[in-house]
């Protein structure tokens, strides 16, 4: 036996570094038919016994999902023990609706936005302000600070958010949104870790010293999740592809081999001093909660009986 095989025996397994003071956040969209409101519901109950620091709710392209934004939240709020976070955008609507929004989250006890500049509702539409309204994300978090005492979360883009002309320009506008009152940055969700670490190194660069929490997006389909990638500007590792090669009609398999992926992801960030992270559910539980378990984050309490995996 070589040395360097003698050194391989010696080095600890990955998953044996035991994960200490995790915090988690967890986000979801709002449902658009019944059976998805049942799947959305389902996964808030399994997921709550984990006591994440906030669950947030999704908005969608032109604020098209902005009821049923507010319904989930509020419900999220007065019906578990959650503490909600309402996304917000700035596109299809004037400063005066927007802060309409903002006062009625406040007075229902929301205390918790993330603000976005938003997508237009048309696919591949370039972004164009309301005439009457917030200009982008920096100017809401501004807007934001005016109307209440809230936690701001705004957006980071660890390989560049699509519409800006460089990583440099985009650090700059990530600057602005911390500058006029964010608390913290949630990121894009990405593959590779170590583009995590060296956009965290040019952000402490830019005198940024919020925490910026990586996003985490375990794949439930590689083809959907590959074709959403080309959309935001996220790279694909080809080592990824390969992995998930031949489980197209194998969904248990692939959930394994998700839970696996997404979960060294993690534990590669907590070794480079990352305590916190967001996980992008996509309304189901049952990945986030592998992920978790592996991550030594167990229920804090016993999840409802007769609720089987999913």
Known sequence: MTEDQKADLLRPNLFATEAK???????????KT??????????IRKLEPLQPEMVSVTYGAGGSTRERTHATVSRILKETTLTPAAHLTCVAASR?????????????????????????????????PHPEGYRNAADLVAGIRKIGDFDISVAAYPECHPDSPSLEADIDNLKRKIDAGANRAITQYFF??????????????????VPIVPGI??????????????????????WLE??????????????????????????????????NYHFYTLNRAELTLAICHILGIRPKWSIAAGESDD
């Not at 003071?21 to 979801?28: A, L, T």
């Open 21 to 31: 003071d995790i915090k988690v956040s967890f986000e979801f969209f709002p449902p």
């Open 34 to 43: 019944e059976q998805m409101e049942q799947t959305l519901w389902s996964s």
């Open 96 to 128: 005066g609706e927007v802060d309409d929004i903002l006062r009625q989250y406040w007075d229902e006890g929301v205390r918790h936005i993330v603000a976005l500049r938003g997508d237009m509702p048309t696919i591949g539409q370039a972004y164009t």
């Open 192 to 209: 590779d870790v170590d583009l995590y670490f060296r956009f965290l190194d040019r952000v402490l660069a830019a005198g940024i010293d």
């Open 217 to 238: 997006m375990p794949v439930t389909n590689f083809k959907m999740a590959k074709r959403f990638s080309e959309g935001c500007g996220t790279s694909v590792p080809h």
């Open 242 to 275: 390969h992995l998930f090669e031949g489980l197209d009609d194998r969904p248990a398999i692939r959930r394994h081999v998700a839970a696996v992926v997404a979960a060294e992801q993690c534990i590669r960030l907590y070794q480079g001093g990352v305590k």
